[in-house]
DNA sequence: GACTAGTCTTAAACTATGTTATTTTTTTAC
DNA sequence: GTAAAAAAATAACATAGTTTAAGACTAGTC
């Protein structure tokens, strides 16, 4: 196992030795995963946290009414988990489900919580990575609570133009939290 | 200066040796302020975190149209500011004003850089501190776009029951994105 | 190439939320 | 303690968003 996919993306904030980045190579595993399928369910216990070498994924929620919400999306480069889940070791909230066939990095809770300990300058690279997750999500609470649905549609295709390549309509109304009907309307208004 | 609420926060996720203490602590200021003053205001540049010993605080946002989006309420124990704007150095979307006398413990950008570099157990410290505020903000997300506004104000008063006594209503509705209004009506159907 | 299922569009009727304005209640300032 | 200011409640009307249903348009499957 190579992947030196992962390692550029950890080293654009800390650097590595070379035995440290063998060390934590030893500790991931790669797996191609379909359309489709799913590598988080709701309800399970949410194990791991994964990088996305290539292809794209979708974090949602299915509620009591039958309601699919789109809490995020990602594709190459970025990680993604239910992180409540992850880093509490719970039932996760969330399904992570394929959009297109993908290369997967999976590092587990166990194994991170080691690298944590053996390679103090990871806690580096996660500050940094939480650090980033917090600010966006944090910008797109403002976006909820202060645009129109029309402003934010836009805001969402010129912020993330490689999503919006690959997903439906229908998926990116569940992310703005409006219905495909409305959002079609918005669109051809 | 003495500061055992703030260093009892950090200890509660490392540990602290005495001197790391004693380093950590005169990178501090504390000030005294009071109801209404503005401790960071928006357009300027966002230069330091700030930690709440006492009192409670308000991150806003107010665009062109004249509306104002409350992004977050601080309390006692509570750590504050435009991250966006503290972590890239630049220009704040957000105001944080006081909504009663507080005593507030200020961070500033440089002195933050300069502990990570002498006492890297502070990179943990603010790791988990992050990755708490990403959990907590991507769960307010979901809120946003998949429950009814009643539910999520009576979800948001069993959450922040010491943050409802107090702030008013208005600024609970600048929350939730609704107008005073219409918060009204929700409460009293 | 035709069948199928899923997506997108449109529209009418309905519900949720915003706007404006007025009154009542609470808080603040002297 | 009183006057002024801000917050909260209420209501009538306007706009935003949902629901349901139907038809047009893909994309995936055999």
């Known amino acids: 196992m190579n992947c030196p996919q992962i390692l550029e993306n950890i080293q654009n904030h800390i650097s590595l030795s070379t035995s440290e980045k063998k060390?934590?190579?030893?500790?991931?595993?790669?797996?191609?995963?379909?359309?489709?399928?799913?590598?988080?369910?709701?309800g399970d216990i949410c194990k791991a946290i994964f990088f996305v070498e290539s292809g794209s994924l979708?974090?949602?929620?299915?509620?009591?009414?039958?309601?699919?919400?789109?809490?995020?999306f990602a594709v190459q480069d970025w990680w993604i988990t239910d992180m409540n889940a992850f880093v509490?070791?719970?039932?996760?909230l969330l399904s992570i489900e394929l959009i297109e066939d993908s290369r997967i990095v999976e590092l587990r809770f166990s194994a991170l919580e080691e690298i944590y300990q053996k390679i103090p300058k990871f806690e580096r690279f996660f500050r940094i990575?939480?650090?980033?997750?917090?600010?966006?999500?944090?910008?797109?609470?403002?976006?909820?609570?202060?645009?129109?649905?029309?402003?934010?549609?836009?805001r969402f295709v010129?912020?993330?133009?490689?999503?919006?390549?690959?997903?439906t309509q229908k998926q990116i109304a569940s992310y703005l939290g409006v219905t495909p009907e409305f959002l079609s309307k918005v669109k051809n208004k």
Chains 1, 2 share one sequence.
């Open 158 to 167: 010129e912020k993330y133009p490689q999503v919006v390549q690959k997903v």
């Open 88 to 92: 509490n070791q719970k039932e996760s």
């Open 58 to 72: 979708r974090a949602y929620n299915f509620n009591d009414e039958g309601k699919d919400s789109t809490i995020m």
């Open 129 to 154: 990575l939480f650090q980033n997750a917090y600010v966006r999500e944090q910008l797109r609470v403002l976006d909820n609570i202060s645009y129109s649905t029309e402003d934010r549609y836009y």
């Open 23 to 42: 060390l934590f190579v030893s500790y991931l595993k790669v797996n191609d995963v379909s359309k489709k399928e799913r590598i988080l369910q709701q």
